[in-house]
């Protein structure tokens, strides 16, 4: 009997052990299912740059400024061409990938006839294109009032080197944003070189503040765009200064899912105190307090810019000199009610959020403004293009004279015939 039992028990577990494989494995599908289920979502700077609230008016100012910045480009390529005023649209395709276009160039310079003008030439019988007088006239405009805003453009140079560590700044970092800073293209000669008082260059590619350790001089240029935001706050709303001193202005995006927690997290988020970016004290270790400073610092820089964004690519080159040796993408992520990234136009362009309202800026400026003009001519495109096609028709009797007192030689594009001549 007991030989039995056993037996009985051996056969029992053996056909246990038999049978928990094949219920495991037809479990196992669903088990694993269950894992992937439960698992807790990645919190990365990715996943929130994919699951971020879009804002479409400042996507689609990217998308137009991309455009605007492809027809400034070609402009340029054909302001080098030392032929004349004009190019033939044969040797403009070669400019596609320069510019980055993914369709022809004829057909992206057609698009935009209050930009450019086709016609045919008189002699060569061949398309030709040239700049319209009006996107000329912007652009002379630009350069011209850039030249008259250039003491602003002074202390926005000298606010970066105030708030660098050891006041000084790499020029190559000023040389990729001296479009958002309102430099001039010859900056090291019309700016650097000239205001020698202020800041000098210790060698090709860094700049120095003179007498960087006594900032007592100019403290007017050591207060924060946001600490003028406080002091209204202040003054206005009647708010304690334990509210004020360390906020910032929260602009959420339209369609931001309010979580539960997240009014709280932001109200004690607004009362940690920090080191400010013009301060010279020794930096908390405190992730949170130096996570602060960062956000403090990236909001300084994008106020010091003519169009408060800038590419956060660019933004990277001043990470070391600014101390904010950090991902810039994380942190910017975690606070949308401040900064904005848009994705649009194969670039990540940061906005600095309370700058903006309904696509434009709150508060403009002399160099805005131009350039708000030339986009709002690439937006017009192929409206009101019946008067140009009136002032063409008028042209079209005018035959087009060669500059014959251009010195130097002509680039030969064009291989005339010998009768012609």
């Avoid at 369609?255 to 013009?278: A, D, H, L, M, T």
Wanted: charged share 35%.
């Amino acid at each position: 009997m007991n030989s039995l039992r056993s037996l009985s028990h051996v056969s029992i577990r053996e056909a246990l052990s038999h049978q928990a494989p094949t219920k495991l494995s037809s479990l196992s599908p669903l088990y694993s299912y269950n894992q992937r289920r439960w698992l807790k979502p990645v919190d990365s700077a990715q996943t929130r740059l994919e699951n971020r609230t879009r804002d479409s008016r400042l996507d689609k100012l990217i998308v137009h400024i991309r455009k605007l910045n492809i027809i400034l480009e070609i402009t340029k390529l054909m302001g080098n061409k030392k032929r004349g005023p004009f190019v033939s649209l044969q040797l403009m395709s070669r400019w596609k990938n320069i510019v980055g276009l993914n369709v022809s160039i004829g057909a992206f310079v057609g698009k935009y006839p209050h930009a450019f003008e086709i016609f045919t030439h008189p002699c060569r019988r061949n398309l030709c294109c040239r700049v319209s007088e009006k996107l000329r006239d912007l652009i002379e405009e630009e350069e011209s009032v850039v030249r008259e805003c250039e003491v602003d453009a002074v202390k926005r140079v000298k606010k970066l080197l105030l708030m660098s560590r050891r006041g000084v700044l790499s020029v190559h970092a000023l040389r990729l944003m001296r479009k958002e800073l309102g430099l001039p293209e010859d900056y090291r000669d019309s700016v650097l070189a000239k205001y020698s008082s202020e800041f000098r260059l210790v060698d090709l590619e860094t700049l120095e503040l003179v007498d960087g350790n006594d900032r007592d001089d100019d403290e007017s240029l050591c207060v924060g765009k946001v600490e003028e935001w406080r002091e209204v706050e202040y003054r206005e709303k009647w708010l304690s200064e334990f509210e004020t001193n360390y906020a910032f202005p929260i602009n959420l995006p339209t369609g931001f899912k309010i979580e539960k927690g997240f009014r709280e997290e932001v109200r004690n988020w607004q009362r940690v105190p920090y080191v400010k970016p013009y301060e010279r004290k020794e930096i908390s270790r405190s992730v949170e307090r130096f996570e602060k400073r960062v956000v403090a610092v990236i909001h300084e820089l994008l106020s010091l810019t003519v169009e408060k964004r800038v590419e956060v690519e660019r933004l990277a080159h001043f990470r070391k000199d600014l101390g904010i040796e950090v991902n810039l993408r994380e942190v910017i992520l975690k606070h949308p009610g401040i900064f904005y990234v848009s994705t649009k136009g194969s670039t990540q362009t940061l906005f600095l959020r309370e700058a903006y309202s309904k696509g434009c800026l709150v508060e403009p400026n002399p160099i805005y403004n131009v350039r708000r003009k030339m986009l709002d001519l690439v937006l017009l495109r192929n409206r009101h293009s019946r008067e140009l096609l009136q002032t063409h028709e008028e042209e079209r009797d005018v035959e087009i004279r060669y500059d014959e007192d251009w010195e130097g030689e002509r680039d030969g594009d064009w291989v005339l015939p010998i009768l012609e001549k």
